[in-house]
């Protein structure tokens, strides 16, 4: 190592930063309330070889993800093509995507006439065609109706923005006055990294920069296999299900063996069910990105996340399942469902040995709602699109947090005062689901009831959820989460499908409650003052408590 | 008014500072804290300094404070017992916060700890909606029978937050007044009070901290005001917030969540000030001391100021000074991490024990060791012979923590501690700067605080930060700040319009109301007609973002072209703030904002003449290392450095606060005001 250690962690302070300033010039400058409140997006900056070097901490799906879009762009474009003021946009899930509301924006950053680096960002559109308002139908049985396909493409040559190729996207979206603002966001946002990046270049030159982002992947490569290697060798093995795919197929298995084998890991989803019509396949990138995540997490959260991280895991997923479909698959709950079952495998399977080192299972859903229509306030057509939070896994030592995002995601709430505001919608229930979580020594997080009701007009609403009838299993002798349910409410309340399209009246009320967590050890071995300390919160019941726990009142 | 002794008191970790001015002259002094009984630290300072000046305390006429008592108490969540009425269906929403875990891969991390418990959250049945418009009356009966039930839970705060009061705020108030008349004892926060804008998760919360604070700082205040009165102080105590302005301290019992910031706050007005008195009002300030880098952005004169500021895990939305810190101050520790890196912090060994050369049994090596390894401090300001410490034990530890496992000298392991630290706090100074769009070559680097001079002029450098300033009060900026900060009171509501349907009139009338209400509560505290301004400012964005930039409004009456003027003015901001701008998009209105500032009058900081020559400034010449490479470096004693005298560096320029470290091929020259500005090579 000819670079000192100094000017390295110089330089990946450097790049870190960059992302984060790309981070929240998106955020600030965005127009959808799921980027600018949500913040349903990504940042990270890839060297010249197009591999992860930093990234801005939001959505965990997206950031393995990521470098697929980078390969996709430069495959269809490569550097020679490319020219200063160039940007590729893409969303197709089979050709670098992950599901067609990502948009994903790729720049290529310029030194001399030679590519050095390229900052790429993507974000989650609140709508983008197809068959159903904020393009998250739970209905659909092909990708043609998911929306708009966009294959690698240049959004902006020689700095200017590819018109026909805007209109193009434009013509095919809902509400294209937003489209327009996000896109242009996310050029800024590009911007920025190319900026900073090129700023860096002129401070330590490109070969010392080089030299160094390489290291920089050695060197969390080398953390990885340190942490892998201290995981007993064998073969770790669990399996789960998603309830259904919205299309009539039930209990579909998510099946992974993991091959720990000294400082590397060998993982498998043989086994798991052939792709199907509903919604819910998830592309191999997804794929990969949640399998990456669960084992960063088992490791060192200190890591420094970048492609190095990914080198000593090698991941098997058999084409033509749900885990790597192929087209004309519909996907888009691949990326916000599935993921997350393949997240919960992999830590169950990490579980079985080292459970002090992972947490029971969590939500295991988004639980995606999607409203469209027009406001009546304004006669304009919405799309609103968010997701819910719910429990966090107990742990070794802890509960589970209640009401948060898992795993794959960590998006933010819409503030009820911006939701109503933004949109004829209105919020009159949101709260903590008492007994919902998973019982244990350390009792699984707590999911939520939020309910959303339609003002003044009719209104299309999309559910895309999960874990209504499994459950979040527990862990080390831990009960499982709750389930999750949602009802139309109106006077009486109707039980809804986990994925279902529904036109609502006015005034009616939609009632999602999320999924609790699963707990983590003996329930009877649970501090007495935990439980009575639940009890004054009311996060249990006193039922819950005697039926679960060593308690009476 | 020249006569009056001006006296500003101001708390930090280790030393309580007071600065006092009277009849043009500063005087400075400092005496240890008292943590555990903050008032005590006080009054010592205040008998040490009218015993010294030998006056009367009677004759002091002014006696501002700045406080970390709101800020401790956030920290070790040690608050009053405080119950939430929200609106009903949404109790919850201050313990769901915003959904996100606060870090994507740690297994372990935890969600902040709810202010308030669920068990002392209430609903109440009322709703309006985004308009303000009563869509559920507010159930009277209800606020009644809860009424009962605070009675029976003894609380002695209760916080009110209901959806949308910032648009109207009669049901919260109707609330409080129902509660009051049920005879329920206790100190109520309003959010349309304390935070009447948009988003019910920030709201509440800055509602629920200032609700769980108030009884707090109403103790801290009482008995601070009955001692001082005891001593002879007729003076009004005022307080310093988070804004940088002086507040009474009725008002800060009022408000304590808006002065989390008050000590740090000072600081920036304190180095505002005095680099301004030399001509520099676009400054970067450091604010370097044992545990923490505190840094902000001063521009024109003023300084940046926040809307979303954390203070320990919770986001606090008043306006506060735009101040960034990070983990790096004297005593953060160098370690190397289990990939062979060397890192430096958060890990500190504050001030007890400290670093390993303080000689109180600190082990781990810290950026004050690594400073006195490079001969950037002087050994003999710790070493001696009565302590178990030689710099050879330093020297053994960093040889054997640092430079063995990285295969380098000793000499090699503290410059790379060094420029890791100084990595670390480049990245802050980005922030506040670039990230804010601003451009660092625009600015000048005021260092203070323990040990911000002796790092200031490497980071400038490498920030391409043309110069320096280092203030010959560097070691009491927070308590000078508290003598030439204005009295400072913020109005605001948020008023979520298409920017083209304000009517100016409407507009006008807002900012009336809000002047009218500033000139009251100034006029009631004594100060001149003439004192007063009134600064009117609005929040705007393009219709459909999510995020606000601040406008400042013409003077006068408004008509269409003021609106069309504020309009320019936005898409200026925003293509500074993020490099875009689109003048054909429609704009909308979030928040409207006055501020009504008490003009206070400021000393003059001359110090008196001490003749004499930078030669014989030089009391020793010692090996430093720059950059690696030992060169031999005059050292020169700070006060002895006549006015208006200049020279190159390398130097060390050592004073009773803090020390300066000058490069080599660095430019230095002292100002009127005993300044120290360091031109940095570009």
Redesign the interface.
């Known amino acids: 190592m000819s670079i000192?250690?100094?000017?390295?962690?110089?330089i990946r302070?450097?790049c870190i930063?960059i992302a984060?300033?790309m981070n929240?010039?998106l955020?600030?400058?965005?127009?959808?309330?799921n980027i600018?409140?949500r913040?349903d997006c990504s940042c990270a900056m890839f060297d010249a070889d197009a591999e992860l070097i930093s990234q801005a901490?939001?959505m965990?799906v997206h950031l393995g993800a990521m470098p697929f879009s980078v390969a996709a762009a430069i495959d269809r474009y490569p550097p020679e093509t490319l020219e200063e003021g160039d940007a590729i946009i893409l969303n197709d899930p089979f050709r670098g995507g992950a599901h067609l509301p990502d948009l994903t924006l790729v720049t290529p950053i310029f030194v001399d006439g030679d590519i050095v680096a390229y900052a790429a960002n993507r974000a989650h559109h609140a709508d983008i065609g197809g068959a159903r308002a904020g393009s998250v139908a739970a209905d659909s049985t092909e990708i043609y109706q998911e929306g708009l396909r966009i294959p690698p493409v240049k959004l902006f040559a020689g700095g200017e923005v590819n018109e026909p190729v805007m209109e193009m996207i434009l013509s095919n979206v809902r509400t294209p006055?937003?489209r327009r603002?996000d896109l242009?966001a996310q050029e800024?946002a590009n911007?920025?990294g190319k900026r900073?990046f090129t700023e860096l270049v002129e401070k330590y030159g490109v070969e010392t920069l080089t030299e160094a982002l390489a290291e920089i992947k050695d060197?969390?490569e080398?953390?990885m296999r340190?942490?892998i290697e201290s995981l007993p060798d064998g073969t770790y093995s669990f399996e789960d299900v998603l309830d259904d795919d919205g299309a009539g197929n039930e209990n579909l298995p998510v099946v992974v063996e993991l091959e720990v084998d000294g400082d590397s890991v060998h993982v498998d989803f043989e086994g798991t069910a052939p792709q199907t019509d509903g919604p819910i396949n998830a592309v191999f990138a997804v794929t990969a990105s949640a399998t990456y995540?669960a084992v960063?997490?088992v490791t060192?959260?200190?890591?420094p996340?970048n492609h190095g991280c990914y080198r000593p895991i090698d991941i098997h997923a058999p084409e033509g399942t749900i885990v790597n479909p192929t087209l004309p698959a519909a996907v888009v709950g691949g990326n916000l469902e599935t993921s997350q079952r393949v997240t919960d495998v992999v830590l169950g399977a990490f579980g079985n040995e080292v459970p002090e080192?992972?947490?029971a299972a969590g939500q295991g859903t988004m639980n995606n709602i999607t409203f469209g229509g027009t406001d009546p306030r304004d006669d304009s057509p919405y799309a609103f699109y968010e997701t819910?939070?719910g429990g966090?896994g107990g742990?070794a030592?802890?509960d589970g947090?209640?009401?948060?995002?898992?795993h794959m995601s960590?998006?933010?709430?819409t503030?009820?005062?911006?939701l109503?505001?933004a949109y004829p919608l209105?919020v009159?229930?949101?709260?903590?689901r008492q007994d919902s979580g998973g019982a244990g020594e350390f009792r699984g997080g707590l999911g939520?009831r939020r309910?959303i009701q339609v003002r003044d007009h009719h209104a299309t609403f999309s559910l895309l959820a999960e874990r209504h009838r499994s459950t979040p299993y527990g862990l080390a002798g831990g009960d499982s989460g709750g389930n999750g349910a949602a009802y139309l409410i109106d006077g009486d309340e109707e039980k809804l499908p986990e994925k279902s399209t529904h036109v609502l009246e006015p005034g009616e009320i939609v009632s999602v409650r999320t999924p609790g967590a699963g707990g983590y050890g003996d329930p009877d071995e649970r501090d007495p003052e935990a439980i009575a300390r639940d009890l004054?919160?009311?996060?249990v019941s006193s039922e819950f408590a005697r039926d679960h726990y060593d308690y009476e009142d | 008014m020249s006569e009056e002794r001006r006296v500003g008191v101001d708390i930090g970790g280790t030393f309580t500072d007071i600065v006092t001015i009277h009849d043009g002259t500063v005087n400075v002094s400092k005496t240890p804290s008292t943590p555990s009984n903050p008032d005590e630290g006080v009054i010592n300072g205040l008998t040490k300094v009218s015993e010294r000046d030998d006056f009367d305390p009677s004759e002091i006429g002014f006696l501002a404070h700045g406080t970390t008592v709101a800020t401790n108490a956030v920290l070790e969540g040690e608050w009053a017992d405080t119950a939430l009425v929200t609106t009903e269906g949404f109790r919850d929403v201050l313990e769901i916060g915003r959904q996100a875990r606060p870090d994507i891969y740690d297994f372990q991390v935890e969600k902040p700890t709810p202010v308030v418990e669920r068990d002392r959250r209430y609903e109440v049945h009322e709703r309006l909606d985004e308009r303000g418009n009563v869509l559920t009356e507010l159930d009277e009966d209800g606020v009644r029978d809860l009424a009962a039930d605070l009675v029976e839970a003894d609380v002695d705060s209760v916080a009110i937050s209901l959806l949308y009061a910032f648009e109207d705020d009669s049901h919260e108030q109707r609330v409080r007044d129902i509660l009051a008349d049920e005879g329920l004892d206790a100190t109520y926060s309003l959010s349309s009070g304390v935070l009447p804008e948009i988003r019910e998760y920030e709201r509440t919360l800055t509602t629920a901290l200032n609700g769980s604070l108030k009884p707090v700082m109403d103790r801290y205040i009482g008995n601070l005001e009955s001692k001082v009165e005891a001593e002879g102080v007729g003076a009004e105590l005022k307080i310093m917030q988070s804004n940088g302005g002086i507040i009474t301290a009725d008002i800060a019992r009022e408000r304590p969540v808006n002065t989390l910031l008050s000590g740090p706050a000072g600081g920036v007005q304190g180095a505002t000030y005095v680099s301004g008195l030399s001509g520099e009002s676009n400054l970067i300030t450091m604010d370097m001391g044992g545990t923490s880098c505190d840094v902000s952005l001063v521009e024109e004169g003023t300084p940046l100021v926040s809307t979303d500021t954390e203070v320990g895990d919770y986001p606090v939305s008043v306006p506060t000074i735009d101040i960034h810190t990070v983990g790096a101050g004297g005593g953060s520790i160098a370690w190397i991490d289990a990939g062979g890196a060397l890192r430096v912090g958060p890990k500190s060994a504050g001030a007890d024990p400290g670093p390993i050369c303080y000689g109180r049994g600190g082990e781990r090596p810290t950026i004050t060791d690594a400073n006195l390894l490079l001969g950037r401090i002087d050994p003999g300001a710790f070493l001696s012979g009565e302590l178990d410490v030689e710099l050879e034990d330093v020297r053994r530890t960093v040889e054997e923590e640092i430079a063995d496992p990285l295969d380098m000298s000793v000499t090699e392991a503290a410059q790379g501690i060094l420029d890791v630290a100084n990595a670390n706090m480049a990245r802050a100074l980005r922030v506040v700067s670039v990230e804010r769009g601003y451009d660092p070559r625009e600015f000048g680097l005021v260092a203070f605080g323990g040990a911000g001079p002796l790092h200031a002029c490497k980071l400038a450098e490498e920030l391409d930060i043309p110069k320096v300033i280092v203030p010959r009060t560097a070691g009491v900026l927070s308590a000078l700040g508290l003598l030439i900060s204005d009295i400072l009171y913020d109005y605001s509501t948020s008023r979520v319009r298409p920017w083209a349907d304000v009517s100016p009139a409407d507009l006008h009338s807002q900012f009336d109301e809000f002047a009218a209400e500033g000139h009251e509560r100034l006029d009631s505290e004594d100060l001149d007609a003439d004192a007063m301004q009134f600064e009117r400012t609005v929040d705007l964005r393009y219709a459909g973002q999510a995020f606000e930039l601040s406008v400042s409004v013409p003077e006068g009456d408004l008509d269409a072209a003021a609106m069309e003027t504020i309009a320019e003015r936005f898409h200026e901001r925003h293509r500074q703030r993020y490099g875009h701008a689109y003048p054909e998009e429609p704009i909308e209105l979030v928040t409207i904002r006055l501020r009504a500032r008490g003009v206070v009058e400021t000393p003059d900081l001359r110090p008196a003449e001490t003749g004499g020559s930078v030669e014989a400034a030089v009391s020793d010449t010692r090996e430093v290392v720059y950059d690696g490479e030992p060169t031999e470096t005059p050292i020169y004693d700070r006060d002895a450095l006549p006015i208006g005298s200049s020279f190159e560096g390398p130097a060390v320029v050592s004073g009773v606060e803090s020390t300066v470290v000058i490069h080599p091929g660095q430019r230095v020259s002292v100002d009127d005001f005993g300044s120290l500005h360091v031109e940095v090579n570009q």
């Open positions: 000192d250690s100094v000017t390295l962690e110089v302070n450097a930063a984060e300033e929240a010039n955020i600030r400058t965005g127009y959808s309330p600018k409140e913040r901490e939001n965990p006055d937003e603002g242009r800024a911007q920025t900073r060197y969390s080398r953390r340190s942490e995540y960063r997490c060192d959260p200190d890591i996340p080192r992972v947490v819910q939070g966090f742990r030592g802890k947090m209640d009401g948060v995002h898992v960590n998006t933010m709430n503030p009820i005062e911006v109503e505001t209105r009159t229930r949101y709260e903590l939520l309910d004054r919160l009311g996060k």
